[in-house]
């Protein structure tokens, strides 16, 4: 069998395996990157870069609805979604063509082709063997469902969501998580009806308590329905729609169910467990250095338990590379990792809930302060409402920013600095903001935490 050798053979070309290619090549050594479908992966094709064309559009939209309100005559008449479609692709097609030219560029040895870990140093793909000094799996993720619920017809994931050739007129949405309200923001902003199912108490459950509810209340405002707290139990399909069941005996009816229940690892039938690769739930266990329990196998990316998102898995896919180089990079800690949901409203945070770092610093210990974005000039000119919390250790560093509002999820890049950075609110306070912007709201928030606030009480 014809076999080939490299210093790191990475199997998956998506966000955590084409930027580990990228360092590693950078560090010197020559790499093998097996893709079996499309470089770039979930993010570039089906997740981020799509979702994000699609909110845009969206956005427009409600822009032409309410353009009014800014003084400018326009109607909206409805949605091309072949126009929609046209717009979408080419961004995808463009940053598709311009990465697997930067990888060819860099001298990455791209390898077209289904991957298999047949030793733990060696992956076959179509009858030949790339044999590493070093093996990244990188292999992602697919859309998962639940027991019982089968995906097909009317019941649908994001990835056909993404494709779907015309606007429905009601949605019933699985899942009031990242994946669900973009896309429920979406079809509302394109004239949907659209109601969320959410098992957990609130919509975006994962962030701080203060910022759920205010979503909630900004969903509502906008006509999206959802019922939170309530368990799925099953649904029916016909030419005409959906039923969905409810566990509280309601049901809601709609075109399509879209289910986006979560993510789960791709990582079935590929070898792993038979090389001795410790797994849980089909995920891939690494140490925090990202190393496996088999020496020389790393793992990055969504089939490495955490966070899924693409940030987290560039900065793996460096962070292996550097490790294998022998830098000792600085560890990958979830928690302070910047989370956007890109919605309408828009939620950004970094660091800790005030509830978790009072369970963590103790209660006495922190003290949060919340600036409403109404004392905000250009929130207000941009006719967004929201909220930026900050949290802090008294006498300490900030460690957790939580914001939500329109464009809000630009002002991270600061806000993850600050709590990587260990800043006290007294650090941040000398240095300026420019006026208007709504950094500025950030910049009042830490100003009150250090006992001197501007424009706030
Ligand atoms: C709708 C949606 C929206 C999202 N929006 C965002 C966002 O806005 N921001 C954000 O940070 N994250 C977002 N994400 C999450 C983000 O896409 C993932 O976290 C990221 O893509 C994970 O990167 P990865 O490299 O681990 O896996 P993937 O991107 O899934 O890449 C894995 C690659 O491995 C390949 N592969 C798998 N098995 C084999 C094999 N046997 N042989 C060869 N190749 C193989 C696959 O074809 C794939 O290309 C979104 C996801 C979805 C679904």
């Keep these: 069998m014809p076999e080939q050798t490299f210093d790191v053979v990475i199997l998956g070309g998506g966000s955590g395996g084409y930027a580990a290619a990228l360092r590693s090549v950078q560090l010197g050594f020559s790499v093998a990157l097996i893709e079996k479908n499309k470089l770039g992966g979930t993010c570039l094709h089906v997740g981020c870069i799509p979702t994000k064309a699609l909110l845009h559009s969206a956005e427009i939209a409600d822009a032409a609805r309410d353009s009014s309100k800014y003084g400018v005559r326009s109607t909206f008449d409805g949605i091309d979604i072949a126009g929609v479609t046209a717009y979408r692709q080419e961004v995808v097609s463009s940053k598709f063509k311009g990465l697997t030219g930067l990888l060819k560029m860099r001298g990455i040895t791209v390898v077209e082709g289904e991957g298999r870990l047949v030793a733990p140093n060696t992956v076959e793909v179509a009858g030949t063997r790339y044999t590493g000094k070093n093996v990244i799996l990188a292999t992602g993720s697919y859309s998962r469902t639940l027991p019982g619920l089968d995906i097909g017809g009317r019941v649908i994931t994001s990835e056909q969501a993404l494709e779907l050739d015309f606007v429905p007129k009601k949605v019933a949405v699985l899942g009031g998580g990242v994946i669900g309200v973009e896309f429920s923001s979406v079809w509302k902003s394109w004239g949907a009806d659209v109601t969320i199912i959410e098992a957990l108490p609130h919509l975006v459950p994962n962030e701080d308590e203060a910022i759920s509810k205010q979503f909630e209340r900004a969903f509502r405002k906008r006509g999206i329905n959802f019922k939170v707290g309530v368990r799925f139990q099953g649904v029916t399909q016909n030419d005409e729609g959906v039923v969905v069941t409810l566990e509280n005996g309601e049901t809601v009816e709609a075109e399509l169910l879209l289910v986006a229940v979560g993510r789960g690892p791709v990582t079935q039938g590929l070898g792993y467990e038979e090389a001795g690769i410790a797994m849980d739930r089909g995920f891939v266990l690494t140490n925090e250095r990202l190393a496996t329990n088999v020496p ?162």
């Design 296 to 457: 020389g196998v790393y793992a990055v990316g969504d089939i490495v338990p955490g966070l899924q998102l693409a940030h987290r898995g560039f900065q793996q896919g460096i962070f292996v590379a550097e490790e294998i180089a022998g830098l000792n990079p600085v560890v990958i800690d979830d928690v302070n990792i910047p989370k956007v949901t890109y919605s309408d409203p828009e939620v950004a945070s970094v660091g800790l809930s005030e509830a978790k770092a009072k369970e963590v610093h103790g209660a006495d210990n922190v003290s949060s302060y919340d600036y409403n974005l109404a004392g905000n000039g250009k929130s207000h000119i941009i006719g967004t409402s929201g909220l930026i919390k900050v949290v802090r250790v008294n006498d300490g560093p900030v460690v957790g920013v939580h914001m939500i509002g329109a464009r809000v999820g630009e002002l991270i890049a600061e806000a993850q600095l600050v709590v990587n950075w260990d800043a006290h609110p007294e650090d941040i306070a000398p240095l300026l903001h420019a006026h208007p912007t709504q950094n500025e709201a950030l910049g009042e928030a830490f100003l009150a935490l250090a006992g001197k606030p501007l424009h706030a009480v």
